[in-house]
């Protein structure tokens, strides 16, 4: 006898199992995933006992979302003709020297750092790059891994106080932009050695904006890892907050910003947790945020501005199930444009969910086909995206399975 929860992934095991097992390590209940997939309470006990079949793959699919699984064999339990990544997108080509530059900490060097400016500026050209490239992930993969080991350097060789909170600033930077490199990518651990190591820097630096950022970016990544980590994102949100928001009468816009972004972050994740007064409200206090800040400021690492708060909007209503009024945000958000490429496609693909749950699918498409134009490697690792896609490749109308199929074979997920 033992006390172990079984592994859903040995076989034989039914479908229902495999997603009560799943469902249980994600600390979720019974009612939360109804509500999370649209169907009741007792459909999701009738399925886990076995009394239903499992569902289509529409249903499935939302499943997974729900659930935050990261392939669908996981759920399936048949990895020969269901091993389709969800959460995961396929690992990119630069992976492995972005690893290998994590890994190897240049301790036994003799080779002098390069000066602070000059990492800044090569940063500086970093997130413009990102911002402006539609293969962002291939213009920072290529540049990450010398800005890693240079950055780690300069942090070891600075020789005042001022010098170290300095590259400690810049090194909690690079940091950050590899988790950007790293996210939804088969590297889970990977992403969180580096969201760790960028925490322990912005602390070391002592600036208020590294801080903050580091902050935003690991609330990001306990929040992506499911339902059970939503209080430690909600802790270092909060955190974050109570110690910038005493700053914000001198602080400089950067810092305003990265208090909006951390605003909107609470926001979400509370909208996440389908609580709609507490998300909205966080997001008013993230645009009153915004709208302090100059008309065309635009933060280089959270995208934070008044641009992006109509697609913030959008994100609090899909994530709160609400089609009609994710419709209603995403028609009120046309009038922003928003300088960044992949936070342009993540806008579409926020929209292209808010037209899934409107029960509008041609126009999810359609959405769909502007962000991959937008960024084609935002769209490739998006869980949310490669669904719907999914989804409609199955439709009962020839003519989005086409469309539906078309997009699959560009995004890759064909080659899966």
Same mark, same amino acid.
Do not use: C
């Given at each position: 006898m033992t006390d172990a929860t079984p592994d859903p992934y040995a076989a034989p095991m039914a479908f229902g199992q495999r997603m009560q097992i799943l469902r249980q390590r994600r600390g979720m209940t019974r009612d939360v995933l109804a509500g999370l997939v649209g169907m009741s309470t007792s459909w999701v006990k009738r399925v886990?006992?076995?009394?239903?079949?499992?569902?289509?793959?529409?249903?499935?699919?939302?499943?997974?979302?729900?659930?935050?699984?990261?392939?669908?064999?996981?759920?399936?339990? $048949?990895?020969?003709?269901?091993? *389709?990544?969800?959460f995961t997108g396929p690992g990119h080509r630069r992976l492995a020297a972005v690893r290998e530059a994590v890994d190897l900490f240049p301790i036994a060097t003799d080779r002098p750092a390069p000066a602070a400016e000059h990492i800044r500026a090569r940063l500086r050209h970093a997130w413009s790059a990102r911002h402006s490239a539609p293969n962002h992930r291939e213009v920072v993969g290529a540049l990450l891994p010398d800005l890693i080991e240079d950055a780690q350097l300069a942090a070891r060789q600075a020789d005042s106080v001022a010098a170290r909170r300095a590259a400690q600033a810049a090194l909690s930077e690079v940091y950050s932009l590899s988790q950007f490199f790293l996210a939804y990518q088969p590297e889970p651990a990977l992403l969180w050695r580096v969201a760790e190591r960028g925490i322990v820097a912005a602390q070391e630096s002592e600036d208020p904006h590294t801080i903050g950022v580091a902050a935003w970016l690991t609330a990001q990544a306990h929040r992506d890892a499911g339902l059970s980590h939503f209080d430690a994102a909600d802790a270092v949100t909060n955190s974050a907050l109570r110690y910038l928001e005493p700053l914000l009468p001198d602080a400089s816009d950067d810092v305003r910003a990265i208090t909006g972004a951390l605003q909107f972050e609470a926001g979400y994740t509370a909208a996440r947790r389908g609580d709609?007064?507490?998300?909205?409200?966080?997001?008013?206090?993230?645009?009153?945020?915004?709208?302090?800040?100059?008309? %065309?400021?635009?933060?280089? *690492?959270?995208?934070?501005?008044?641009?992006?708060?109509?697609? %913030?909007?959008?994100?609090?209503? *899909?994530?709160?199930?609400?089609?009609?009024?994710?419709?209603?945000?995403?028609? $009120?958000?046309?009038?922003?444009?928003?300088?960044? $490429?992949?936070?342009?496609?993540? %806008?579409?693909?926020?929209?292209? $969910?808010?037209?899934?749950?409107?029960?509008?699918?041609?126009a999810a498409l359609a959405t769909l086909d502007q962000a991959y134009e937008a960024a084609p490697e935002t769209i490739r690792y998006n869980g949310y995206a490669r669904r719907i896609v999914l989804e409609e490749t199955e439709a009962a109308s020839p003519e989005r399975r086409r469309r539906a199929s078309e997009l699959a074979a560009k995004i890759g997920l064909l080659a899966e």
């Open positions: 886990e006992n076995g009394q239903l079949q499992p569902p289509r793959l529409e249903l499935m699919l939302r499943i997974a979302e729900a659930l935050r699984i990261r392939d669908l064999a996981e759920l399936t339990g $048949r990895t020969n003709s269901m091993r *389709v990544g969800l709609a007064g507490i998300a909205w409200r966080y997001w008013d206090q993230a645009e009153r945020t915004a709208q302090a800040l100059p008309a %065309h400021y635009f933060h280089p *690492v959270t995208s934070f501005s008044r641009a992006v708060m109509g697609a %913030h909007a959008v994100t609090v209503a *899909v994530e709160l199930r609400s089609g009609t009024e994710s419709v209603r945000q995403a028609a $009120r958000a046309e009038a922003a444009v928003i300088p960044s $490429r992949p936070r342009r496609a993540r %806008h579409r693909i926020e929209q292209a $969910r808010g037209y899934q749950l409107d029960k509008q699918p041609e």
